[in-house]
């Protein structure tokens, strides 16, 4: 590992000004990306600022139903939050379906939004990546893919994003906090991750020494009907093949409103927006379920071996969505 | 032979080291924390697969402070060339496989060690490679015999005729991926040099082994190597006999002058230290009208390194499992520039009875009988190989006995049929075997005039319980209590002894500490007062072992599988897992219903789990850390239970037990592959049973 500086920050702007004036700085959550990725040499920062004294750590509930989450939130007390549990039953799935109890007890709000790809050639230094080199290439597309996109992606990179929690709140619409050097800005969490098209090295859109502050969901009278179903290649501690994250409103046999986020098939959670807008106003049958989801998974382009989770998404989204229909015992 | 009378032997003594252990006070290999002045060596390894090492520009880092020493081929240690040839770390700029040890950076710190390591820049001349392997792959050859000295192929009578005018028959071909040990404790060592005598602390399966080795390699006499492994933190196979990391903290011990430490990392296992070689199986039963096999043909294709010939004896379990007039089996190798596979767990065996026990399932289902019927109907009087009688086999009655347990009766053979919910189930059944092997060893008892006794002997307990195991073994012989006895192991200083493998550990030493306590007590005896200097005997089984022959010594077992497969995603869940063994008499209840649970849980983990994915353009396992290469967790193993059978067993050994390490593991995959097949209708005939291996082909739900 390559020798660093260590601080603990006191202030978010102190800790943004530490971060912003050294272009191999960083700040460290709860470390448990950051570190296993400094220890295999994919992230060589020269120095840390460690975030997790700033007073980003509690979740509230406003008057208007707003949820506001501190990004130092660890994981664990996100999932147990009263307010989180009984009024975003899918976040908290979601986090409880994501890595192990010691991890979700380290890992912060924050870090787990701006956790890399789990690809295995972007791990391994000794290998061409473009996200981790770019213009190096991407051993991925012909090698090991089985776990990597089948939608957003481009011909430089497949990676997909590895976060449960990402997807449950893409699909609540949620609001990125963030404070920076140039000041305070939100960002609709949809547009915090982007694509790689020519760029895959760059994850999101935050500019050097932005720090996330806090993610709040705004209020959704039917938030209370969502859940998160994850596909995953054993029972626990796995990272999902296919993921779904829905929230459901039906009134008389219509959809009346519906949320719908995809993961561990894109570079991003994947918010199914047109999904969701073939699925208003339509009767909440299995049927219009299935023709939404597969106008969504029209795009989806498949390679050797990731062509699995085209139909995964397809059939765990059905049967998500009729059980928050009530359709299925 | 009389079998000891016991008292100790058969409860269920808690692990003597056991608050040790979890208080953190028992020291493993890389713990050794009251030595002093310790230097640490990384390993560097190759990026290519096959070629030469052109040039290694060391100068960036060799002169950084706390960087002791940079080895490389030019400047290692010059090393006696041995049959391991993975051994000679450092001895030619040639690369058999990518992640071969190329070079290695000695340090004062483990950071500094590694980070200079990761700065090395080599030049490679790099050539084609050839890395996967193929049923009908151009370098298949017919290996001299397989492991460790069993022919490589086998016939009796007119097999192909047998098959031609069998009234059914099954022809399949089944695979198994790479699987890699992956102990808790990573391979470590400490090195001490003293002169020209070497000290090893050192996490191995027998410190004897590791002893004769390091003293050839470093052409030394055995006395002057000392090899001490307290504590092991598993190992399945991959510790088996001395590995690299020893080789490479000695080595740069010496060439540093102060003791060096070399744990290795998650990452290295994964190349270095060996691991299950991929098997490429086609089986062909017949049978006659009545389900008697008519002929068993077992055809096994596996990989090799170009460096030296591993030969997994996969299809040696066929050779004895089942009855038939007609039988051939046959092993072919494929030298790949892979790294040489290793034993894993029942090597042989496991991958062997998965192919085996599946097709008996699939032979079950074309005669129209009950698996287990089919099983029972073919079991065969005495050993079909050599016509030796059994010592013991309790195949049918652990058959039974499952059955009974698990509520097999009225089991309706229709797969595919069964839903609850979103759910299909299934159940499967499928037979263990594993040999009672035992090996000589020696040992040393000792009564103190305090009344206390003290036993020595090389064994290693690697997790087992084999600690605790011989001090119920001493205790009996010697006819006192376990707390009078203490049973020093894990060093080399002991003398000869086997090693933690093959499941013949408790069997060997226990047969040495039982010759040597039993002599002991008729010693103290003899003397009716113990004199201020204590009484000490040795004792050696090697002409008991020589002795040792006229019966097939053989464990058997069934296990039985509940399996649970999602319709809409694939998943595949077991809730429940019983086995059933005849292994003799069971020495310790709580360590051996470990042994046997564990088992089965790493048998159910290569069901559905394991699997090392190679990259062919690269030539290696990629998926090399266990976020990646998924074993089972917790919430993957919820119902599984382990019994045995009352098995008396007079000529196996004195204690009358046969081995359990491996037995567990063995059928396993089969059974959870037959009970899959009778949920869903679906046959994976590759493992793992992935879930998008049976998505898309799984039954449309009805209801
Ligand atoms: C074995 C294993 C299994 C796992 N399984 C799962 C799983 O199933 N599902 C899942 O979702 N996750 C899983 N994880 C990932 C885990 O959720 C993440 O590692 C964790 O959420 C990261 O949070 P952290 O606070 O530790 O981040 P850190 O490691 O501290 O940081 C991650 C990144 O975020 C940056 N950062 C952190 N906080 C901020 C901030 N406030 N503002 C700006 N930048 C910031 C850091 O600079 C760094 O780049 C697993 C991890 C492991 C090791």
Redesign the pocket.
Same mark, same amino acid.
């Given at each position: 590992m390559k020798a660093f500086q260590f601080s603990r920050a006191d202030s978010a702007a102190g800790a943004v000004r530490s971060v912003a004036a050294n272009p191999r700085a #960083?700040?460290?959550? @709860? &470390?448990?990306?950051?570190?296993?990725?400094m220890k295999l040499g994919v992230?060589r920062?020269d120095e840390?600022v460690d975030?997790?004294r700033?007073p980003?750590d509690r979740v509230h509930l406003d008057a208007d139903g707003t949820v506001r989450i501190g990004?130092?939130v660890?994981?664990s007390d996100l999932a147990a939050h009263p307010a989180v549990r009984t009024g975003l039953p899918v976040l908290s799935q979601?986090?409880l +379906? @994501? +890595?192990?109890g010691q991890?979700?007890n #380290?890992?912060?709000? &924050?870090?787990?939004?701006?956790?890399?790809t789990?690809c295995v050639y972007f791990q391994d230094v000794t290998k061409p990546c473009n996200k981790r080199r770019p213009g190096s290439g991407c051993p991925a597309r012909t090698g090991q893919h089985r776990n990597l996109a089948v939608l957003g992606g481009s011909e430089t990179c497949i990676a997909t994003h590895?976060?449960? #929690? +990402?997807v449950a709140l893409a699909a609540l619409g949620a609001q990125v906090a963030?404070t920076g050097p140039d000041g305070d800005r939100g960002i609709p969490l949809e547009e915090l991750h982007r694509l790689p098209g020519e760029l895959p090295d760059q994850d999101t859109t935050?500019r050097h020494g932005?720090?996330?502050?806090g993610v709040a969901v705004p209020a959704l009278p039917f938030a209370e009907r969502s859940a998160y179903r994850?596909v995953?290649d054993r029972a626990s501690? +796995?990272?999902?093949v296919a993921s779904v994250a829905a929230a459901l409103d039906v009134h008389d046999g219509l959809v009346r409103d519906v949320r719908l986020a995809f993961g561990a098939v894109a570079p991003k959670p994947w918010r199914a927006h047109i999904a969701e807008d073939a699925l208003r106003g339509r009767p909440a049958t299995a049927a219009g379920f299935r023709a939404a989801v597969e106008a969504e998974l029209a795009a989806a382009v498949a390679l050797r071996d990731n062509g699995f989770k085209i139909p995964l998404i397809s059939n765990i989204t059905v049967g998500l969505l009729q059980d928050l229909a009530g359709a299925r015992s | 032979m009389s079998v000891t009378a016991t008292r100790a032997v058969g409860s269920a003594l808690g692990r003597i080291e056991g608050p040790a252990k979890v208080t953190g006070a028992a020291k493993y290999a890389g713990e050794q924390d009251d030595i002093q002045d310790v230097a640490y060596v990384w390993p560097v390894q190759s990026t290519i697969a096959k070629g030469r090492i052109r040039h290694i520009d060391d100068a960036p880092i060799r002169d950084r402070p706390q960087v002791l020493a940079v080895l490389t081929p030019d400047n290692a240690p010059h090393l006696q060339p041995l049959a391991d040839a993975e051994l000679a770390v450092l001895q030619t700029r040639n690369v058999a496989y990518r992640g071969q040890i190329v070079a290695a950076v000695v340090a004062q710190t483990l950071e500094t060690a590694r980070e200079a390591a990761e700065q090395l820049q080599i030049e490679y001349d790099e050539e084609a490679h050839d890395v996967e392997l193929t049923q009908d792959h151009q370098s298949l050859y017919k290996p001299e015999h397989v492991n460790p000295s069993f022919p490589t192929d086998t016939e009796q009578g007119e097999v192909d005729h047998a098959l031609a005018t069998a009234a059914f028959s099954v022809d399949h071909t089944y695979e198994t991926p790479a699987l890699h040990n992956n102990p808790m404790e990573p391979h470590a060592t400490l090195a001490i040099w003293h002169g020209d005598e070497l000290t090893l602390y050192d996490s191995n399966q027998g410190a004897y082994s590791v002893q004769q080795t390091l003293a050839q390699l470093f052409d030394l006499d055995p006395a002057a190597v000392h090899v001490m492994s307290q504590h092991v933190g598993g190992g399945f196979g991959s510790k088996g006999t001395a590995r690299v990391n020893a080789v490479l903290a000695a080595m740069s011990a010496r060439l540093v002058r102060r003791p060096v430490k070399l744990a290795l990392h998650r990452h290295h296992q994964f190349a270095v230290v060996g691991y299950r070689t991929p098997t490429i199986q086609r089986i062909k039963l017949g049978a006659d009208a009545d389900g008697r096999l008519t002929a068993i043909s077992h055809d096994v294709v596996e990989q090799t390194s170009t460096l030296m010939e591993f030969a997994e004896q996969t299809a040696i379990a066929t050779r004895i499992m089942y009855a038939a007039p007609n039988r051939r089996t046959t092993h072919r190798l494929a030298r790949l520039d892979m790294p040489t596979p290793r034993w894993m767990r029942a090597p042989g065996e496991c991958p062997g009875m998965y192919a085996l026990e599946s097709a008996m399932d699939e032979l079950a289902i074309e005669c129209d009988l009950d698996p287990l019927e089919l099983r029972i109907r073919n079991e065969p009087a005495r050993d079909p190989e050599s016509g030796k009688p059994w010592s013991s086999r309790s195949l049918v009655e652990c058959l039974r006995d499952g059955a009974d347990r698990f509520g097999w009766a009225g089991r309706d053979p229709r797969p595919a049929v069964r839903y609850d919910g979103s759910w299909l189930v299934g159940t499967g059944v499928a037979a263990s075997t594993y040999p009672a092997y035992a090996g000589p060893a020696t040992a040393a008892a000792r009564a103190e005039r305090d009344g206390t006794f003290v036993v020595r002997i090389t064994a290693s307990d690697i997790g087992t319980g084999a600690r605790t195991a011989l001090t119920q073994i001493a205790a009996d012989a010697l006819r006192v209590g376990t707390d009078v006895v203490r049973v020093d192991i894990g060093d080399s200083a002991f003398g000869q002894a086997n090693i933690a493998g093959g499941s013949m550990g408790t069997a060997s030493w226990g047969w040495a500490v039982t010759k040597a306590c039993t002599e002991l007590r008729e010693e103290v005896g003899r003397h009716g007062e113990i004199p201020v200097d204590g009484i000490e005997v040795h004792a050696d089984t090697s002409a008991e072992i020589e002795a040792r022959t006229g019966y097939k010594f053989q464990g058997f077992g069934a296990q039985f599988a509940e399996a649970r497969v999602n319709v809409d995603t694939g998943e595949v869940r077991v809730p429940r897992l019983l086995g059933v063994f005849g292994v003799g008499r069971v020495i310790n209840s709580r360590t051996a219903r470990s042994q046997l649970i564990g088992g089965m849980t790493m048998g159910l983990s290569m069901a559905l789990h394991e699997e090392g994915v190679l990259d062919p353009a690269f030539g290696d396992y990629v998926n090399h850390d266990?976020?990646e290469y998924h074993v089972a967790s917790c919430a993957d193993v919820t119902d599984i239970a382990a019994h045995w059978v009352d098995e008396q067993d007079d000529h196996v050994n004195p204690m009358g037990s046969k081995g359990i390490g491996e037995i567990g593991i063995v059928g396993t995959a089969a059974a959870v592959a037959n009970a899959v097949h009778h949920a869903t209708g679906v046959r994976v005939r590759d493992l793992p049973i992935r879930l998008d291996k049976l998505l898309g082909r799984l039954p449309t739900r009805t209801g």
């Amino acid at each position: 590992m390559k020798a660093f500086q260590f601080s603990r920050a006191d202030s978010a702007a102190g800790a943004v000004r530490s971060v912003a004036a050294n272009p191999r700085a #960083m700040f460290l959550g @709860g &470390g448990t990306n950051l570190v296993d990725l400094m220890k295999l040499g994919v992230e060589r920062p020269d120095e840390l600022v460690d975030i997790t004294r700033l007073p980003f750590d509690r979740v509230h509930l406003d008057a208007d139903g707003t949820v506001r989450i501190g990004a130092n939130v660890r994981n664990s007390d996100l999932a147990a939050h009263p307010a989180v549990r009984t009024g975003l039953p899918v976040l908290s799935q979601a986090l409880l +379906a @994501g +890595a192990s109890g010691q991890l979700r007890n #380290m890992a912060t709000v &924050g870090g787990n939004l701006l956790q890399r790809t789990r690809c295995v050639y972007f791990q391994d230094v000794t290998k061409p990546c473009n996200k981790r080199r770019p213009g190096s290439g991407c051993p991925a597309r012909t090698g090991q893919h089985r776990n990597l996109a089948v939608l957003g992606g481009s011909e430089t990179c497949i990676a997909t994003h590895p976060s449960d #929690m +990402a997807v449950a709140l893409a699909a609540l619409g949620a609001q990125v906090a963030v404070t920076g050097p140039d000041g305070d800005r939100g960002i609709p969490l949809e547009e915090l991750h982007r694509l790689p098209g020519e760029l895959p090295d760059q994850d999101t859109t935050l500019r050097h020494g932005e720090l996330i502050t806090g993610v709040a969901v705004p209020a959704l009278p039917f938030a209370e009907r969502s859940a998160y179903r994850k596909v995953r290649d054993r029972a626990s501690y +796995a990272f999902a093949v296919a993921s779904v994250a829905a929230a459901l409103d039906v009134h008389d046999g219509l959809v009346r409103d519906v949320r719908l986020a995809f993961g561990a098939v894109a570079p991003k959670p994947w918010r199914a927006h047109i999904a969701e807008d073939a699925l208003r106003g339509r009767p909440a049958t299995a049927a219009g379920f299935r023709a939404a989801v597969e106008a969504e998974l029209a795009a989806a382009v498949a390679l050797r071996d990731n062509g699995f989770k085209i139909p995964l998404i397809s059939n765990i989204t059905v049967g998500l969505l009729q059980d928050l229909a009530g359709a299925r015992s | 032979m009389s079998v000891t009378a016991t008292r100790a032997v058969g409860s269920a003594l808690g692990r003597i080291e056991g608050p040790a252990k979890v208080t953190g006070a028992a020291k493993y290999a890389g713990e050794q924390d009251d030595i002093q002045d310790v230097a640490y060596v990384w390993p560097v390894q190759s990026t290519i697969a096959k070629g030469r090492i052109r040039h290694i520009d060391d100068a960036p880092i060799r002169d950084r402070p706390q960087v002791l020493a940079v080895l490389t081929p030019d400047n290692a240690p010059h090393l006696q060339p041995l049959a391991d040839a993975e051994l000679a770390v450092l001895q030619t700029r040639n690369v058999a496989y990518r992640g071969q040890i190329v070079a290695a950076v000695v340090a004062q710190t483990l950071e500094t060690a590694r980070e200079a390591a990761e700065q090395l820049q080599i030049e490679y001349d790099e050539e084609a490679h050839d890395v996967e392997l193929t049923q009908d792959h151009q370098s298949l050859y017919k290996p001299e015999h397989v492991n460790p000295s069993f022919p490589t192929d086998t016939e009796q009578g007119e097999v192909d005729h047998a098959l031609a005018t069998a009234a059914f028959s099954v022809d399949h071909t089944y695979e198994t991926p790479a699987l890699h040990n992956n102990p808790m404790e990573p391979h470590a060592t400490l090195a001490i040099w003293h002169g020209d005598e070497l000290t090893l602390y050192d996490s191995n399966q027998g410190a004897y082994s590791v002893q004769q080795t390091l003293a050839q390699l470093f052409d030394l006499d055995p006395a002057a190597v000392h090899v001490m492994s307290q504590h092991v933190g598993g190992g399945f196979g991959s510790k088996g006999t001395a590995r690299v990391n020893a080789v490479l903290a000695a080595m740069s011990a010496r060439l540093v002058r102060r003791p060096v430490k070399l744990a290795l990392h998650r990452h290295h296992q994964f190349a270095v230290v060996g691991y299950r070689t991929p098997t490429i199986q086609r089986i062909k039963l017949g049978a006659d009208a009545d389900g008697r096999l008519t002929a068993i043909s077992h055809d096994v294709v596996e990989q090799t390194s170009t460096l030296m010939e591993f030969a997994e004896q996969t299809a040696i379990a066929t050779r004895i499992m089942y009855a038939a007039p007609n039988r051939r089996t046959t092993h072919r190798l494929a030298r790949l520039d892979m790294p040489t596979p290793r034993w894993m767990r029942a090597p042989g065996e496991c991958p062997g009875m998965y192919a085996l026990e599946s097709a008996m399932d699939e032979l079950a289902i074309e005669c129209d009988l009950d698996p287990l019927e089919l099983r029972i109907r073919n079991e065969p009087a005495r050993d079909p190989e050599s016509g030796k009688p059994w010592s013991s086999r309790s195949l049918v009655e652990c058959l039974r006995d499952g059955a009974d347990r698990f509520g097999w009766a009225g089991r309706d053979p229709r797969p595919a049929v069964r839903y609850d919910g979103s759910w299909l189930v299934g159940t499967g059944v499928a037979a263990s075997t594993y040999p009672a092997y035992a090996g000589p060893a020696t040992a040393a008892a000792r009564a103190e005039r305090d009344g206390t006794f003290v036993v020595r002997i090389t064994a290693s307990d690697i997790g087992t319980g084999a600690r605790t195991a011989l001090t119920q073994i001493a205790a009996d012989a010697l006819r006192v209590g376990t707390d009078v006895v203490r049973v020093d192991i894990g060093d080399s200083a002991f003398g000869q002894a086997n090693i933690a493998g093959g499941s013949m550990g408790t069997a060997s030493w226990g047969w040495a500490v039982t010759k040597a306590c039993t002599e002991l007590r008729e010693e103290v005896g003899r003397h009716g007062e113990i004199p201020v200097d204590g009484i000490e005997v040795h004792a050696d089984t090697s002409a008991e072992i020589e002795a040792r022959t006229g019966y097939k010594f053989q464990g058997f077992g069934a296990q039985f599988a509940e399996a649970r497969v999602n319709v809409d995603t694939g998943e595949v869940r077991v809730p429940r897992l019983l086995g059933v063994f005849g292994v003799g008499r069971v020495i310790n209840s709580r360590t051996a219903r470990s042994q046997l649970i564990g088992g089965m849980t790493m048998g159910l983990s290569m069901a559905l789990h394991e699997e090392g994915v190679l990259d062919p353009a690269f030539g290696d396992y990629v998926n090399h850390d266990l976020a990646e290469y998924h074993v089972a967790s917790c919430a993957d193993v919820t119902d599984i239970a382990a019994h045995w059978v009352d098995e008396q067993d007079d000529h196996v050994n004195p204690m009358g037990s046969k081995g359990i390490g491996e037995i567990g593991i063995v059928g396993t995959a089969a059974a959870v592959a037959n009970a899959v097949h009778h949920a869903t209708g679906v046959r994976v005939r590759d493992l793992p049973i992935r879930l998008d291996k049976l998505l898309g082909r799984l039954p449309t739900r009805t209801g």
